[in-house]
């Protein structure tokens, strides 16, 4: 109801009146009252004048889904979003939430993060309201060994949401996505899965919008750039996070009907900056100088290593540059 309200006040100009309101929406004058004010706590500036009504004044800069869902044309993705302004990761209270029974697409959305995750236990710097730190919560019916593949549908929406706002950027499996050599998007896909059956999977994606380049920490400083510090202005993180959830529903829905990822390997190959160049692969094992020659339709990275082609899964590896990071 209270995003029904939100969407009144912004199609009016003008004040709307409490009955307007109640006859349009069916919901009681105190109701009305009670939303108005949890809309302020939001950050809204609503003027409230007697006999005349409601006016909304200012609209912050909030990912919530009254906010985003102008932009949205999905079935089911982001249909419902769970947005905080500060949590400890996105994607710590996605688990929770699938665990509990949360529907498939549900997304989780926070304006920070006190605990952001990588892989492997490394931290993601997240800073409040500079970026998009949000997790989606899927049940594919897919073998477990599939799991990746959603990592590569993630990264094939984020390269097609920035570049639908005119930002190039490039795919640097398996999760990551560059822009002028350095990262501007990291992706972590986790999942609790039986022997051959997936319960819940969530994809934690997070992007750097609007951090200026001074606020990166610096051991990341020379490695971790944002949308804002490559293009010199502010961008708009309502619509950027729309459009990856519109894509990723596509590309995900390929999946699930066909069993197919074909989209968005096109895109990871397309956009990867990898492909055709030496490159370092590092494991548990160790570090190994190979090239990479392609992506395959499965998703997996594939290198030659002294004449020998092999696959690699995205799983646990890292991949650098030769001479840094790409
Ligand atoms: C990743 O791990 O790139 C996955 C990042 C996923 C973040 C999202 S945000 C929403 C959701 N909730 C979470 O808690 N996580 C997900 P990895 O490939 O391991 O890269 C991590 C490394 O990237 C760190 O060790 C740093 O070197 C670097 N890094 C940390 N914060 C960064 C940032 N904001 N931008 C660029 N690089 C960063």
């Known amino acids: 109801m209270k995003d029904e309200i939100l969407k009144l006040l912004k199609e009016n100009n003008e004040f709307v009146s409490g009955q307007d309101i109640s006859d349009s929406l069916n919901v009681s004058r105190t109701a009305i009252w009670k939303y108005i004010n949890q809309l302020r706590e939001e950050g ?15 609209t912050p800069d909030i990912l919530t889904y009254g906010e985003i869902a102008e932009y949205l044309e999905t079935d089911y993705i982001g249909k419902k979003i769970v947005h905080f302004n500060s949590i400890d990761s996105t994607n710590i209270k996605a688990k929770k939430l699938a665990a509990e ?29 500079k970026g998009i730190w949000m997790s989606i919560i899927l049940r594919p019916n897919i073998d477990p060994i599939d799991a990746s593949k959603v990592t590569q549908i993630g990264a094939a929406a984020v ?41 819940y999977l969530v994809i934690g994606i997070g992007v750097n919008v609007n951090i200026n380049s001074q606020e990166f920490p610096n051991e990341i400083n020379n490695i971790a750039t944002s ?35 074909k989209t968005s390997i096109e895109i990871c190959r397309k956009a990867s900056i990898l492909l055709g160049r030496e490159i370092k692969i590092i494991t548990n094992q160790g570090e190994r100088k190979v090239k990479a020659i392609d992506i395959t339709d499965q998703g997996e990275l594939l290198i030659e290593e002294n004449g020998k082609i092999e696959k690699l899964i995205s799983g646990e590896i890292s991949v650098r540059g030769i001479y840094g990071y790409v």
């Open 44 to 58: 809204y500036l609503i003027d409230s004048v007697t006999r005349k009504g409601y006016k909304l004044i200012y």
């Open 101 to 129: 029974g949360a529907k498939e697409g549900t997304v989780v959305i926070a304006e920070e993060q006190t605990m952001g995750r990588g892989r492997l236990g490394r931290g993601w710097v997240s800073p409040k309201g």
């Open 159 to 199: 390269w097609s949401a920035l570049s639908k706002v005119g930002v190039d950027a490039y795919v640097k499996w398996p999760n990551d996505i560059v822009l002028n050599g350095k990262k501007v998007c990291g992706i972590l896909t986790e999942m609790s899965a039986e022997l051959n059956r997936i319960n």
């Open 227 to 261: 949308i804002k510090a490559e293009v010199g202005h502010d961008v708009d993180r309502k619509f950027i996070t729309a459009e990856i959830l519109n894509n990723f529903e596509r590309f995900y829905n390929e999946l699930i009907k066909y069993g197919s990822i």
